[in-house]
């Protein structure tokens, strides 16, 4: 049974979507007429509602996905693609305490929160109070805010966090901050970054070599759909190709490594022996 604060998407016949969190007393404008909250209200998933001028939209509930691409943006927000993979690298789980840096429109945000559960605890540091103040709106919106706590703070002063799951970095000059997230990080747990050019990337696998970090990984995301039709089915006529690299490496819980062991023996061996 739909409630007020609900979130619901409304697709059109013409497959427009429209995403909105139903108030009592508010109307729904379209290009197809008007629609009440109230109607929408009085319907359940999968129903047809219908404006007042009669065109039907199919009531839904939003996925994650749909949060994401409907939240307002004054930054260019991580996507789809890319936040998928972050998840999972990340290791981000119900009861999970995961600090990002950046927090931008709070894309990112939004997905950690979700996916942290009421149990869990996610840790976002902005910079910017224009963008700290929208990724809050953004938050409050998508009904996870009570998931994040908000630091208006500059990262080069550290984080508030110790002994936290995974750390994500989306900063300009992340290389600069791995001793703060290697403070914050419990041992062996992993980081991620996002970075947009080839340069950067290199100055920090530069960084890294010297830390604690091990496993390093840089990839990029490439997303091509297809046009859904049997009788033709063939690529899009364009696809999101790059929209940045992934870095992702893991704190090495060691407080310090036998450089007198001899390299040439296996993995196995120096396990066994230790």
Not at 9 to 22: E, I
Not at 173 to 192: C, K, N
Request: net charge negative; aromatic share 8%; glycine share 10%.
């Amino acid at each position: 049974m739909l409630k007020p604060g609900d979130l619901v998407m409304l697709v059109s016949p013409q497959g427009k979507r429209y995403v909105r969190k139903l108030r009592q007393g508010e109307t729904m404008q379209t290009h197809y007429g008007l629609m009440g909250h109230e109607t929408i209200l009085r319907a359940d998933y999968g129903a047809l509602v219908h404006t007042h001028l009669g065109h039907p939209f199919r009531l839904i509930k939003p996925s994650l996905y749909d949060l994401v691409k409907k939240l307002k943006r004054r930054t260019q927000i991580i996507y789809p693609k890319e936040i998928g993979y972050i998840l999972l690298k990340l290791g981000v789980a119900p009861g999970g305490r995961v600090i990002e840096a950046g927090s931008g429109s709070g894309a990112l945000t939004t997905a950690l929160a979700w996916f942290v559960g009421d149990q869990g605890r996610v840790y976002t540091y902005e910079q910017r109070e224009e963008f700290f103040k929208l990724c809050g709106e953004n938050l409050g919106w998508a009904g996870l805010g009570e998931r994040v706590e908000q630091f208006n703070r500059n990262i080069a002063e550290g984080f508030l966090q110790t002994d936290v799951d995974a750390v994500f970095l989306d900063v300009r000059t992340p290389w600069d901050y791995l001793d703060h997230a290697v403070t914050a990080l419990l041992p062996g747990a992993p980081m991620g970054f996002l970075l947009p050019t080839t340069n950067q990337v290199s100055t920090l696998l530069s960084a890294l070599e010297k830390g604690p970090f091990e496993d390093v990984e840089v990839l990029e995301i490439l997303l091509r759909r297809y046009k859904p039709v049997a009788e033709r089915l063939r690529p899009d006529d364009r696809m999101v190709a790059h929209t940045g690299f992934l870095i992702f490496a893991r704190h090495e819980g060691r407080e310090h490594v036998d450089e007198s062991i001899d390299p040439s023996l296996s993995a196995d061996v120096l396990e066994v022996e230790s």
